[in-house]
């Protein structure tokens, strides 16, 4: 997880402020899987899945709290499935990403301080839709597109919850600014991810890199880029 996130959770109060101690713990997991994405880029698929196996046998401790767990699953998920992506096993792949976005769900329904961690979805459709570019399902890559753009235009949630409203954009909004505090290097930012007419410029222009079109009725799909 992202400074940025644990200054954003650390700052929504004492629940907040709590976890992020607690999970100092238990970090060294998540730099674990992290740690194979740089395997990964190289295609040194064996080392990588050898980290995550790692990564698994570190999870399996009975004594990481709930919420933490589920903060750990989704990078395992997100990882996991750019690790199948690379192998060609693209229903794996896009399987890894659906658990990784059901991990972050199930991370604010335990703890109502974890909203932030929400902020990770847009980034998981776009990988959905890279797998399913790869997958030439223009459909399903479109949908997920069009999803994330929903998310990032704050008309649809980037999260349900089984109780009470979605998490969208401007419910992570009107928490940062009521939390905001001036100088702070990771609140400032974290302002491009608050402010729609800097967000949606922003994830425009990692879209365009990843999805070109030769016409508007013609959808082209070069290879995937390196990650």
Not at 59 to 65: F, G, V, Y
Not at 160 to 175: A, F
């Amino acid at each position: 997880m992202a400074d940025l996130f644990l200054e954003f959770i650390a700052h929504t109060g004492e629940s907040g402020s709590a976890w992020v101690q607690q999970y100092q713990r238990y970090c060294h997991i998540l730099r674990l899987i992290n740690g194979a994405m740089s395997p990964l880029r190289s295609q040194q698929l064996k080392a990588a899945d050898q980290i995550l196996q790692r990564a698994a046998r570190a999870m399996e401790d009975a004594d990481i709290p709930d919420s933490i767990r589920a903060v750990l699953e989704q990078g395992f998920h997100k990882v996991s499935g750019l690790c199948y992506y690379r192998k060609g096993d693209l229903a794996n792949a896009s399987q890894e990403m659906r658990l990784a976005h059901c991990a972050v769900a199930r991370a604010i329904e335990i703890g109502e301080f974890l909203i932030p961690f929400a902020l990770q979805c847009p980034d998981l459709c776009l990988n959905q839709a890279r797998v399913a570019r790869n997958q030439r399902n223009w459909d399903e890559m479109h949908t997920h597109i069009g999803r994330m753009h929903a998310m990032l235009a704050d008309k649809i949630p980037l999260c349900e919850r089984s109780r009470g409203p979605g998490v969208y954009y401007s419910t992570l909004r009107d928490i940062f600014l009521s939390i905001r505090t001036p100088g702070n290097a990771a609140f400032d930012e974290l302002c491009i991810l608050m402010e729609e007419d800097r967000r949606l410029p922003f994830y425009d222009r990692i879209i365009r890199s990843f999805f070109r079109f030769e016409s508007a009725a013609i959808d082209y799909a070069p290879e995937l880029p390196d990650l």
